[in-house]
């Protein structure tokens, strides 16, 4: 059961290097695990599933394999909404299919790379339960802010941001008695990286999976981690400006997202990783990549600077003769 999400991507860096690492001349197959292959006919792939065409993988020429989320989580966004980022999805099996296939792969020569979602959790992580009760060393682990009073007894949300899903970026939490802030769907509460404490997790996460062995990480949704700073506007969230692209004010278009991604701050936790990544570089090199952000500030500082701590890729669909650009 082959999956429709499976992406070929060579990786192109233009490092220069004495000898030229893994990487940069890879074939890096991505997998979305839940429709590659099922291995007990329960009707979803699986791990082992995986790990039985990998020598099937190894003959079409591929280097890497980069999985799409296998990590615990309810799946209302098949796998980026994280309960866990430790345990392993049960659908798709367990710790031991896990490093059972990370074996297997590197005795053929494939690496694995796993897929690293640092911006949100699912809403059903026990960091956000805690967070929501406020407990001791949680309580500014999401960004939390308190709505704006309206005419009514009804909180409006804390600025207009909207998200990328479409409608308000803020949901109301009756247990906190505050909103919290998700640019993707309700289930995906933002973490909060002006907390030490989220950093420090964040970096044991990938401490436990270098310690495995995996060979890098792909980071998803990497310039939506930082918000502006409430502290440089009198502790409220501003609103951003319209962006006179549609009259939808529930459509994503709808602002100009200058308060919401693409911010400085996000340089400085990328080199921290990537000075973790660097400390796991005995056996092999370890990879760092995100898909570059075609739209903000951000952009042009950050593919200037990828040599020092990430390497960028993009993804391209064939084209059949006269058409134009689909990515």
């Excluded at 220069?16 to 007990?40: C, T, V």
């Excluded at 980069?66 to 909404?81: R, T, V």
């Excluded at 080199?271 to 952000?293: G, H, M, S, V």
């Amino acid at each position: 059961m082959h999956s429709a999400f499976l992406y070929m991507a060579l990786v192109w860096c233009g490092i220069a290097a004495a000898q030229a690492e893994w990487w940069q001349s890879a074939l890096i197959y991505q997998i979305y695990p839940r429709s590659f292959k099922d291995s007990n006919g329960d009707g979803i792939g699986d791990l082992n599933g995986i790990r039985e065409k990998l020598d099937y993988l190894k003959d079409t020429g591929v280097d890497a394999v980069w999985l799409s989320p296998i990590f615990l989580s309810p799946m209302y966004d098949f796998g980026y909404d994280i309960t866990d980022y430790r345990q392993i999805a049960p659908e798709y099996g367990t710790a031991e299919d896990f490093e059972n296939l990370l074996k297997e792969a590197k005795d053929i020569g494939i690496k694995v790379i796993l897929d690293f979602v640092p911006n949100h959790t699912g809403n059903e992580s026990e960091w956000f339960m805690r967070s929501k009760r406020r407990e001791p060393g949680y309580e500014n682990y999401y960004v939390w802010a308190d709505g704006r009073p309206d005419k009514t007894t009804y909180m409006l949300p804390p600025s207009n941001w909207v998200s990328v899903f479409r409608k308000s970026a803020w949901q109301w939490s009756p247990e906190r008695q505050q909103f919290y802030l998700h640019q993707f769907v309700q289930g995906q509460p933002d973490l909060n990286y002006r907390e030490p404490r989220v950093h420090e997790e964040m970096k044991d996460v990938l401490r436990f999976w270098l310690q495995k062995g995996v060979s890098g990480f792909r980071v998803d949704a990497v310039n939506y981690m930082y918000e502006i700073d409430p502290r440089d506007f009198n502790r409220q969230y501003p609103d951003e400006p319209l962006s006179g692209m549609t009259l939808d004010p529930d459509d994503y278009g709808y602002l100009n997202h200058i308060y919401t991604k693409n911010r400085d701050e996000t340089y400085q936790v990328i080199y921290n990783w990537r000075e973790l990544l660097d400390e796991y570089t005995a056996t092999e090199p370890k990879l760092l990549i995100q898909k570059p952000t075609p739209i903000g500030p951000c952009s042009p500082l950050l593919w200037q600077r990828q040599q020092e701590w990430l390497c960028a890729f993009q993804l391209q669909l064939p084209q059949r003769r006269g058409q134009g650009d689909h990515c």
